[in-house]
């Protein structure tokens, strides 16, 4: 085994890396959160995709120490290795995003066709007139 790279089934130099990305529900800077898994053997749970004014990045998981500091709990230790979890992770979140925009779409389709639906099977309402015998405010009656 190469240092720096686990051995795929295809005995070739790439990272066996399997990633769920779980989105965010109304936060403001937070996308969503992930979970990787290397090689089938270390996961790596905690992971946020952050939008900044640059764009969305990947945070590793982090823990406040005694001086109220934020440091990675784990992290990549090459530049290439932090290149591909970034890339992983960044591109299952738009591939999350992308499906979870379809099922919207397809969920607002579906509702205009069964509203549709409704509006053709309801009959219409008679509007009360003034003169139904009714009482009203405005006329000062009781």
Request: aromatic fraction near 6%; charge should be positive.
């Amino acid at each position: 085994m190469k240092e720096g790279f686990l051995l795929n089934d295809n005995n070739t130099n790439t990272l066996d890396m399997t990633v769920k990305v779980f989105p965010a529900q109304n936060d403001k800077n937070l996308l969503a959160t992930a979970s990787v898994t290397l090689g089938g053997c270390f996961a790596i749970r905690g992971i946020h995709i952050i939008d900044s004014e640059k764009g969305a990045f990947v945070s590793m998981p982090q823990r406040k120490n005694s001086k109220g500091e934020y440091k990675d709990i784990c992290f990549p230790t090459t530049a290439e290795m932090r290149k591909a979890i970034n890339t992983a992770v960044l591109d299952e979140y738009q591939k999350t995003a992308q499906r979870s925009f379809d099922r919207a779409e397809q969920a607002m389709e579906k509702r205009g066709s069964i509203m549709d639906k409704l509006h053709e099977k309801r009959p219409e309402q008679p509007k009360p007139s003034i003169g139904d015998g009714a009482k009203h405010r405005d006329t000062g009656e009781r």
